[in-house]
Every structure is written in structure tokens, then in C-alpha cells.
């Protein structure tokens, strides 16, 4: 019997919780329509107006994709040491350098996207503290808002790493991950990271080094001669002892630049034969259509939203309605019950 009352109760609640919202109903849809058409409009102005004066601008974002090569257990130590010596290693063993599950330049990659000097890198070469007028603490405010539109992601599986930024210039965006990229193929040869392309490239400059010593020590020669053909009275041995120290110095620079030309041709195809440890699988692109915002979605959260706030005020206002019609309850509440 009292199961039966029990199920009679509830469907009485249930009942009577129809009875408000039908009681309330031109409420309910009054304020959820308005809330819809509001944030319809809201969302129209926004993508009419321009993008530096919207309050809801469209964001584009650009992407680069890199695959990191994960170093061998041989050379751990050396990565380790370089990060010593480059002011790092203090964060060695944060990204497991040395640890059982060995080193790797991903994390490091993640890291990287973290650090002030990127953030600097980023503002000094895009002029941020002048792009958006900042005036109080400029250098730490430029940080924040660059960190607030650079996302840098690492996929553990495939070792895939992945930066962006955003922007609501699509080709801001693009310019500041290009950037990125550069800085973190700069960053890695600096590190000593990928040690033959660092070789390659410190070979490549001593050569044009060398060369450049060559020519310059055939001008002085070329110079000595005219200088002997124009001057009769010219001390002869002195001209010969220097014609020969010329030529000497010219023989020796030749022979090292043909040691380091052999070196070269050796490392280059050294360099094409590995995988670098950096390499880019993705450039980024200025993106044609924007990441956010969803207005679509927006529209519908904002909308269900209303809907249910309106829905929580009708059974509050029934409430309130109940209790004034009660002299029980209103004396409860007043505290005059006796």
C-alpha cells in the first residue's frame, strides 16, 4: 500500500513540475528566444567588423610539423654535456637525459617552446612591443601574450613534433611559426646537436675563409711585381725574399684549401646519407580558413543555456509564489511558527 501511495506521489511531482513549466511557459520561451536572436546578432557584428576591432575576431592558425630524432644511448653523455655547457642542465633530468627511458631532443623540442629566449627571439624579430602598443612591463607582457598564441604539442609515439601560432592574421601567423622553425634548426646546430651538419657548415666557412686569403695573397703578390717593374733601383734581394714568402704562404694556403675541400665533399655526403636530427615533414602554410571561433557552437551553448536558466527561475518563482500563498511555510521562514 505504501509503494502504491509512494509511486502516486511521484506522479503527482512529476505532474506538477509540467504544470509550471506550462505555467511559465511564455516566459521560458520569451527569454530563450531573446537569448538566441542576442547572440546571433552578437555573432554577425563580430564577423562583420574588422578583425583588429571585433570583440569575437576570427583566429587563424599556422602549423609546422618536425620529426625529432631520438639521440642513441651512446650519445647521452654528449647530449647531456652540451646542455651543461649551454646553461641547461638543470632541466637534463626533467626531460630524462641520463634516466632509464633514455634522452630525448623531443622534449627537449617542448622545452624549448617555453623558454624566454624564444619568446624574445619572437618579439625582437616581429617588433610585438610596437605591433600591439604596449606600454607597461613591454618585455613581459609581449612574453605573455606570445605564449598565450603558441602552442607546441609532442605525439610520444610517432616522436612528431608540433608547433603553431595563432593570430588573426592569417599570415602574421604563418611568418612567427616559419620563424619558429628556423629558430629551433639554429638552436639544435648550437646545441651541437646534429654535430655533422655543424661540421659541414664550420668547414663551409673556414673555405671561404681560405679562399679569401688566397686572393688576397695574390694581390700582394701581383702588387710586388709592379712594383719591381716600375722601380729599377728597388732592393733586389729583399723583393725576392718577400716574392718567395708569398708564394710559400700561397702554396700552404692552396694545400689547406684543398684538405678542407676534400673534407667538405666527405661530409656532405656524410650529411645526405643520415637523417638530420631535425627535420620538417610539414612547412606551415597561411591558413585559408580559421580555427576559432565557433559561432555556430556558441550560439547553441548560449541558446540551452537560457533555455535552462529560465526553466530554474520558473520553479523559483512557483516557489516563491507557494510560500506567500502558504501561512505555515511563511511563518516557518519568519521564524514565528509556534
Same mark, same amino acid.
Not at 624549448?112 to 613581459?140: G, H, Q, R, V
Not at 639544435?188 to 657548415?201: I, S, V
Not at 535552462?308 to 514565528?336: C, H, Q, R, W, Y
Given at each position: ?7 502516486? /506521489? ?19 520561451? %520569451? ?21 583588429? @576591432? ?36 638543470? !632541466? ?41 602598443? !604596449? ?9 605573455? !601574450? ?35 622553425? @628556423? ?33 688576397? !695573397? ?12 716600375? /722601380? ?97 511555510? %511563511? ?8
Amino acid at each position: 500500500m505504501s509503494a502504491q501511495s509512494q509511486e502516486k /506521489n511521484d506522479e503527482i511531482s512529476l505532474l506538477d513540475l509540467f504544470v509550471v513549466v506550462f505555467k511559465y511557459k511564455k516566459m521560458i520561451i %520569451l527569454t530563450t528566444v531573446c537569448a538566441a536572436v542576442f547572440i546571433l546578432i552578437y555573432s554577425v557584428i563580430s564577423l562583420m567588423l574588422p578583425p583588429e @576591432k571585433s570583440f569575437l575576431p576570427n583566429v587563424y592558425k599556422s602549423t609546422a610539423l618536425m620529426l625529432i630524432k631520438t639521440p642513441s644511448a651512446s650519445s647521452a653523455g654528449g647530449l647531456s654535456s652540451k646542455l651543461e655547457s649551454s646553461g641547461l642542465g638543470d !632541466i637534463a633530468s626533467l626531460m630524462g637525459f641520463g634516466g632509464a627511458s633514455g634522452p630525448s631532443y623531443s622534449k627537449l623540442a617542448a622545452f624549448l617552446a617555453t623558454t624566454n629566449s624564444l619568446l624574445d627571439a619572437i618579439t625582437e624579430e616581429f617588433n610585438i612591443i610596437e605591433k600591439y602598443k !604596449i606600454e607597461k612591463n613591454p618585455k613581459t607582457n609581449a612574453r605573455k !601574450i606570445i605564449s598565450r598564441n603558441l602552442k607546441a604539442a609532442l605525439d610520444e609515439k610517432t616522436g612528431v613534433f608540433a608547433i603553431s601560432y595563432e593570430d588573426i592574421d592569417p599570415e602574421f601567423a604563418k611568418n612567427v611559426t616559419s620563424f619558429c622553425v @628556423k629558430y629551433y634548426d639554429n638552436k639544435f646546430m648550437e646545441l651541437g646537436l646534429d654535430p655533422d651538419k655543424l661540421e659541414k657548415e664550420n668547414v663551409e666557412a673556414a673555405i671561404a675563409t681560405c679562399l679569401n686569403d688566397i686572393k688576397t !695573397i695574390k694581390l700582394k703578390i701581383q702588387q710586388l711585381e709592379e712594383r719591381t717593374a716600375y /722601380n729599377y733601383s728597388a732592393n733586389i734581394s729583399e723583393i725576392a725574399t718577400e716574392s718567395e714568402h708569398l708564394r710559400m704562404e700561397l702554396e700552404t694556403q692552396k694545400n689547406i684549401y684543398s684538405q678542407l675541400k676534400i673534407k667538405f665533399e666527405i661530409l656532405k655526403i656524410k650529411v645526405s646519407s643520415e637523417h638530420p636530427v631535425l627535420q620538417v615533414i610539414e612547412y606551415p602554410e597561411v591558413p585559408e580558413s580559421k580555427s576559432k571561433p565557433s559561432r555556430g557552437m556558441l550560439c547553441i551553448i548560449v541558446t540551452f543555456t537560457a533555455f535552462l536558466l529560465s526553466l530554474f527561475m520558473a520553479f523559483v518563482l512557483n516557489a516563491v509564489k507557494n510560500i506567500k500563498n502558504d501561512p505555515e511555510a %511563511l511563518a516557518k521562514l519568519k521564524g514565528t511558527e509556534k
